[in-house]
């Protein structure tokens, strides 16, 4: 992984991400969260949304996995399905297991008992997430209380313990400040703190470095990393930033369109894309290599999730596309690499060359 790193040493250098994946404790054979086929639509007055199509993943002890898309591939509507957060208008279809049970299947009591205990989040925006007129240690304390019957002391020497954790200075102190009096870097640690407080199994991660300074993402990703490990649970990183893949994640997996359209572990993401959007995603990354010229945005714009094209849903904006892929969609299959899963009906083409950003390349440089 460290080679990854160095190869792409524009995108980490501009993040500041510090965090090596060799320093991460490597994932145990137990399996904590399984999801099966996941689909969630939205009935609408223009139509249905269909915000996620056919996600599918599993979850070990310690793994960090990569969902990298952009914004609107339905990243953080299949991780709210997870939580059962989503509107009550949501059709949500598939399994989603947590240790063998369908939590799709569970009452809405034994779902609140779940959310928060054995799999918690880290909201995008730790501003709206905390309630501006209680105090930082009240919200942490009712997030120990909501799960456990103990004394409310006992509660909040356990939120102190949480923000020393995190590393916010003077924590007994900062329990009576309220979140206001607190910066974005801070205000993003105490949203870690109560997302691991009842030492989950599972913490989702949206976003938890947006609208941070590059300094302070490094310190919140090695923050999360550190306090995985602590509590031995496994994390669903939701980014847009390959550099902290890179740095952080076992496995990624790519969505385009509300589906999968990729699915590897780390290193083939970098080294070996098999599907143009993966491709596009990189060629756009800024880098020391490129340092002087263009980049190599993806032309166009995803498509609407209510209106979906009938073939591939990148064939607009994909350099390899052809008849097929404006007919039929391709399947989530599988490519050259071992557990290596693609939807491209022309994997083997982004096979054939060394660099396959160079398709995007060769069309923008044409234009220019």
């Not at 969630?40 to 990298?68: K, M, N």
């Not at 302070?216 to 999360?224: D, N, R, T």
Request: glycine letters at 6%; proline letters at 7%; charged letters at 25%.
């Amino acid at each position: 992984m460290s080679e990854i790193l160095n190869s792409h040493d524009g995108v980490v250098e501009d993040t500041h991400v510090a965090v090596r994946l060799e320093d991460v404790r490597p994932p145990s054979d137990e399996e904590i969260l399984r999801v099966e086929n996941l689909t969630v639509e939205f009935p609408t007055d223009d139509g249905i949304v269909h915000a996620v199509r056919g996600v599918s993943y599993t979850l070990h002890e310690r793994e960090v996995l990569g969902i990298v898309g952009e914004s609107g591939s339905g990243k953080s509507v299949s991780s709210m399905a997870v939580m059962g957060l989503l509107p009550r208008n949501a059709r949500i279809h598939g399994k989603i297991l947590y240790r063998g049970d369908d939590i799709l299947k569970m009452s809405p009591r034994r779902q609140r008992d779940l959310r928060g205990k054995k799999i918690a989040m880290v909201f995008q925006d730790p501003m709206t997430a905390l309630n501006p007129v209680y105090t930082v240690g009240d919200q942490l304390a009712e997030a120990v209380l909501a799960h456990e019957l103990m004394p409310r002391k006992d509660a909040l020497a356990r939120a102190k313990e949480m923000l020393d954790l995190v590393g916010i200075p003077q924590a007994e102190a900062r329990l009576r400040a309220y979140p206001h009096e607190f910066s974005g870097g801070m205000r993003q640690r105490a949203m870690i703190a109560m997302a691991v407080i009842n030492n989950p199994d599972v913490i989702i991660a949206d976003e938890p470095t947006t609208a941070l300074d590059v300094t302070v993402q490094a310190q919140i990703l090695e923050k999360l990393i550190e306090v995985k490990d602590a509590v031995n649970a496994a994390i669903v990183l939701i980014t847009h930033d390959l550099g902290v893949i890179a740095g952080m994640a076992h496995k990624v997996l790519v969505m385009y369109a509300g589906k999968p359209v990729e699915v590897t572990d780390t290193d083939s993401i970098f080294y070996r894309p098999r599907m143009p959007y993966t491709a596009g995603l990189l060629g756009s990354m800024p880098a020391l290599e490129t340092t002087g010229h263009r980049l190599r945005p993806i032309k166009g714009a995803p498509p609407s999730l209510i209106n979906l094209p009938p073939g591939c849903p990148f064939s607009p904006r994909c350099p390899l596309a052809d008849e097929v892929c404006v007919t039929r969609e391709p399947e989530l299959m599988l490519t050259d690499g071992l557990e290596h899963r693609a939807a491209c009906h022309h994997w083997e083409k982004m096979a054939s060359v060394e660099d396959p950003t160079v398709f995007f390349r060769a069309e923008s440089e044409i234009k220019g």
